[in-house]
């Protein structure tokens, strides 16, 4: 396991868990169960092949995901709040002293959060993407899909390789986030690559993206 502080893993993000590294260390941040919500975080010592506990979050999440900065493990969540809403949270978790925070700076409505060049992004299932502003404190929003003109690009599935943001559509097609233009893209030169599911195809049909083979290729689960 590389011993910098740049996370090797990639979890698979909106879900009940996610993975992250940091040095040889992995963290499973929440757990499988998909009937509770979780707060638990375990380490898995990639030195001596051990597993062991580490401080649950302060506060229980639905849905979570995580990436890292500085060493710090930044875990954005989503919890049921009252009548049909869900809230997001934001908890750090400093790896170096092993204790959790809970900035002010709460992103609501966001679901998956990234590391891009060494900055915070995080995106909502609509596909709107904000980064942000340390110096001010707060997320700048970047772009919006007016749901209006019918380009809105409900994704429940986004996975980051060298950078650059990918997703799936509701239509089920793979995408990618220009940071230049701010702005969603369509992936070309996927020929010969069976059409993915949209996300309202039927009921159990799910795709999930993440990273594999070194961040070289993006794999894609359908559930």
């Known amino acids: 396991m590389p011993g910098d502080d ?6 698979l993000g909106f879900g009940y868990s996610d993975l992250v590294a940091v ?10 169960d998909k009937t509770t919500p979780t707060s638990s975080v375990s380490i898995l010592d990639c030195k001596s092949h051990m597993w062991r506990k580490a401080p649950s979050m302060p506060v229980e ?16 969540g989503r919890r049921y709040h009252q009548y049909g809403s869900w809230k997001s949270l934001l ?14 700076c709460v992103l609501d409505q966001a679901s998956h959060i990234f590391n891009i060049n060494g900055n915070l992004h995080a995106v909502n299932i ?16 970047l772009v919006e899909i007016d ?19 990918y997703s799936v559509s509701k239509e089920g097609a793979l995408r990618w986030y220009d940071t ?22 039927g009921y159990g049909s799910y795709v999930k993206l993440t990273a594999y083979g070194g961040g070289k290729m993006i794999f894609c689960v359908h559930l």
Do not use: H, M
Not at 6 to 11: D, F, I
Not at 156 to 164: A, G, L, P
Not at 185 to 192: I, Y
């Open 147 to 165: 749901p209006i003109v019918g380009e809105i690009k409900y994704s429940e599935s986004y996975c980051e390789i060298d950078n650059v943001l």
């Open 91 to 104: 908890q750090v978790f400093n790896t170096n002293t092993q204790t959790w925070d809970i900035p002010w």
């Open 23 to 32: 040095g040889s260390d992995i963290y499973n941040i929440g757990q499988a």
């Open 126 to 141: 609509f596909g709107w993407v904000f980064a942000f502003n340390s110096k001010q404190g707060k997320w700048d929003q």
């Open 6 to 11: 740049s996370p090797r893993v990639a979890g």
């Open 180 to 201: 230049d233009k701010t702005r969603w893209r369509d992936l070309k030169g996927l020929v010969g690559l069976p059409k993915l599911p949209g996300r309202f195809a």
């Open 61 to 76: 999440l639905e849905s979570l995901s995580a990436t890292v900065l500085d060493r710090n493990i930044f875990v954005l």
